[in-house]
């Protein structure tokens, strides 16, 4: 298995920036992707942003794309969501997950990270 503990959440203004890390540990890092999820109050979870297990493919919803930013640092077990451009709509826990390479599910969450944007 594998364990992922997120980090960086926070308060900020409309327009700026934060930095989102999630630390993996267990199983290899290498061997899965990686997304993150968010969930406002009253809404239902919806998908942010995702990235190959290696690196080289990333996908992203309409409404954070050109704005957020995935990565991966292997050697560090850690993926990161450089949030740029924030809204109050961006308001949410944002949560990391994993799943197997070979799978299409996400198998594997942390437990959140609240992200904050005042207007």
């Known amino acids: 298995q594998v364990q992922l503990v997120e980090s960086g959440g926070g308060l900020v203004q409309a327009g700026g920036s934060l930095r989102l890390s999630c630390a993996a540990s267990?199983?290899?890092?290498?061997?899965?992707?990686m997304g993150w999820f968010r969930q406002a109050p009253g809404k239902e979870r919806e998908f942010v942003a995702a990235i190959s297990s290696s690196g080289v493919s990333t996908n992203y919803a309409d409404s954070v794309k050109d704005r957020f930013t995935i990565s991966r640092d292997n050697a560090k077990n850690t993926v990161y969501l450089q949030m740029n451009s924030l809204k109050p709509e961006d308001t949410a826990i944002y949560y990391c997950?994993?799943?197997?390479?070979?799978?299409?599910?996400?198998?594997?969450w942390g437990q959140g990270t609240q992200v904050t944007v005042s207007s």
């Open positions: 267990g199983r290899p890092f290498r061997n899965y992707a």
């Open positions: 997950a994993a799943r197997e390479r070979t799978t299409v599910k996400y198998a594997y």
